[in-house]
């Protein structure tokens, strides 16, 4: 139910943005999510927006990274400039749902975004 695109090779200093775009019960979506995965590290909260358009951003992207979404596509979009060789990792994008009292999510597959230095 999410599709992600926009990963790829980039140099320090360069840009990517990220999309993902989500099918199905979109309507029962409140947030939408960013994560990544360094080789060896657990998966981490990057950005996040919420269906009143609220965002949160990781520390160590603020500045740098813009999460967006276009409720007339369902997607969600990170665009991500400065990139750094720490930003290398596999993102993923995340939704949360709301079915009555009942919370989910549902995980994209990953796409990598390489960063060189």
């Known amino acids: 139910q999410l599709q992600a695109s926009g990963g790829g090779l980039v140099q320090a200093g360069g840009s990517l943005r990220l999309s993902c775009a989500a099918s199905g019960s979109t309507r029962s979506i409140f947030a939408l999510r960013w994560y990544r995965q360094a080789p060896g590290e657990q998966r981490d909260l990057v950005a996040a927006?919420?269906?009143?358009?609220?965002?949160h951003y990781k520390d160590s992207v603020k500045g740098r990274f813009t999460i967006s979404r276009d409720n007339a596509k369902n997607t969600v979009y990170l665009q991500m400039n400065s990139l750094k060789p720490e930003d290398t990792a596999v993102y993923y994008c995340?939704?949360?749902?709301?079915?009555?009292?009942?919370?989910?999510?549902?995980w994209g597959q990953g796409t990598l975004v390489t960063v060189s230095s």
């Open positions: 995340n939704a949360g749902y709301i079915f009555g009292t009942t919370i989910a999510d549902s």
């Open positions: 927006i919420t269906s009143g358009g609220n965002t």
